[in-house]
């Protein structure tokens, strides 16, 4: 892992500054000598944000160096949602299945199935919309050398129609229901791999307590 100097610094002042890093090493100092991937799994360990780190740097510097560091490619949590909406056009009313296939990366501290170590990471996420095509009875294709009766399909919203059509609150009721998602699969991640479970007053300090009570 390549770290530029000026923000290896500020990592380093981090790590070396944490209240709980002498339970990692016996002395501060010896941060210094840890390899660049070795310090990043250690201000993992302690919860330090790694984006908060290096935020003096600048807002460019920072995000581009935690871009190369966590990917929006590479989300921690990836799952579908699946939810009806209920259409009513010229009096005529359809409801319309829906699903949205989503990749998330919280802020809290979270455990890596993949590297199977604990992490925390600048919060992102990403989704695409889809709805299932209901054809009409007497619909047909010609397929496989015949017609054929038209088959259900989920079809991509490419255009975003459908989730620019969802209200503001119902946007938000999604990206809450992806984060507790995510946190409840972290909570069986933590538990299958012997860690101890997270801290729900620490991950959603800035959140309702309704939210933590729902996760």
């Known amino acids: 892992m390549k770290i530029p100097h000026k923000i290896r610094n500020l990592v380093r002042r981090e790590v070396r500054n944490h209240p709980d ?13 840890l390899t660049n991937d070795g310090l990043v799994t ?4 302690l919860g330090i944000c ?17 871009d190369d560091l966590s990917p929006m490619t590479d989300p921690a949590f990836e799952g579908t949602l699946e939810f009806d909406v209920d259409l009513t056009v010229f009096g005529k009313q359809k409801t319309v299945r829906c699903r949205i296939e989503y990749g998330f ?6 455990f890596c199935t993949r590297d199977h170590r604990l992490k925390i990471r600048l919060e992102s996420s990403s989704y695409g919309i889809s709805y299932l095509r209901e054809p009409f009875p007497e ?7 015949v017609f054929a009766k038209v088959k259900t399909e989920w079809i991509e919203d490419e255009a975003g129609f459908l989730f ?21 699969k972290d909570q069986e991640n933590r538990k299958s791999h012997g860690m101890p479970p997270g801290d729900p007053e620490k991950a959603f300090a800035d959140r309702t307590d309704d ?4 996760a």
Request: aromatic letters at 14%; hydrophobic letters at 40%.
């Open 42 to 45: 250690l201000a993992d360990n």
């Open 21 to 33: 890093v002498l339970q990692h090493v016996g002395q501060r100092s010896e941060v210094n000598n």
């Open 105 to 110: 990366t919280p802020a809290w501290q979270f």
């Open 139 to 145: 619909e047909t294709e010609y397929r496989d050398g």
């Open 50 to 66: 790694l984006f908060d780190a290096v935020r003096e740097l600048g807002h460019g510097i920072a995000h581009s160096w935690f």
């Open 164 to 184: 620019d059509f969802l209200p503001a609150d119902i946007q938000y009721r999604i990206n809450d229901e992806i984060e507790k998602r995510s946190w409840n």
């Open 211 to 214: 939210f933590m009570k729902a």
